[in-house]
C-alpha cells in the first residue's frame, strides 16, 4: 500500500434521499470514512445498495428528486457543502472529477479528443493559450498509452478501454487530486479490464492521485485497491485495508458477500453460497441493523438498536454488534486482534 494516511476528504454523516410516490428513500444514511490522499479505495456492494449514489454525492451531482439531506464532506480543510455554484463548478474538474461506466454518456460525439481536453483545460484556465493546451494534452495522452494520432479521432473511433483512458485523462489534465470511477470497467470485456486496472495503479503512481473505485466488481477490487469499504443498504458497513477484508472478512454482510464469488476449484458436488434473502426496500429499512433479515448471526438487540461504526483495530470500522458491548446484548463480544 502506497498511501501515506494523509486525508485527502472526510466524508462526515453524509445523508442522501430520493422522494418518491412511495415515500422517502434513505438512500445514504449518515455515512462516515476518509479518503487517503494517494490511495485506490474500492467501495463495493450490491446493486441498489448506495454506492453510485455515495460517488455523485461526494461531487454535489445528486439530481432531484433525490437531495443531500445532511453532512460533510471536507476537502483540504474545506466544506464543500458550504460552496456556491462557481465553487462547485471549479471544484468538479480541477479537484475531483468523475469517470463512468460508459464514456459515450460524458464525451461529446462530435468532438474530437484534442478538442475535448483543451476545452477542459480552457474552462479552467481561460487565460492558456489553444497552442499551450494542444502541447499539455498530446504530453497527457501518450501518458496515458494512447498514440498522439488519435488526439484527432472521435470517440466513436476509439476502443472502451480507450475512451475511458480519455476521460481519466480530462480529469488528470487539470491535476484533479480525486478521481471517482463509477463502475469504469464494466463495460468493458475482461482483458481490457484487466490493462485498465493496471494502467490505474499507473496512473495512480505517476500522478499521485487518489482513486475512489466504485463497483460490485470484488475481484476487481482484490486486484486493485489499498482499501476496501463494503456498502449495504445505504450505510458503509465495513472498512479496512484490502488483504485483511480478504483474509478475515469481520462483517457478516462481507462475509456473506466473499463467500458468493464462484470459485474455479469448486468441487462439482460443491454449491456456490447464496445469500439469503433480498437487500432491503429503503423507504421503509429494517429496524435496528438493516442487514438482520438476512444474518446468519443475528441476536435480539440487531433488530432493536443500530450498531455504530465502530474501529475494531486501527484502520478497521466494524458496523455490527457482534464486535461492540451493549448491557442489552446476550452474546460475548468478539475481539479482534491488530
Ligand atoms: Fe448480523 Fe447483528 Fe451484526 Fe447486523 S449487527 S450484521 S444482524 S450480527
Redesign the pocket.
Known sequence: MTTNKEILMEIRDLSVEYTTRLGQVSAVDKISFDIYKGEILGLVGESGCGKSTMGKALMRMIQPPGKITGGQIIFDGEDIMTYDDDQMRDFRGRRVSMIFQDPMTSLNPVQRVDEHVIEAIQVHEPETKTETALKRAEKLIQKLGIRKNRMNSYPHQLSGGMRQRVMVGLGLVLNADLIVADEATTSLDVIVEAKLADQLRQIREDFDVSLLVITHNIALVAELSDRVAVMYAGHVVEIADVEPIFDNPL???TKGLLDSIPNIKLDEKEVLYKMPGEPPNLTHPPSG?R??PR?P???PI?SKYE?DFKEVTPGRQVK???YIDHPEKEQATIEVQA
Do not use: I, N, R
Open positions: 462483517h457478516p454482510y441493523c442487514f438482520h444474518c448471526f443475528a441476536m440487531c450498531p455490527c454488534w457482534l
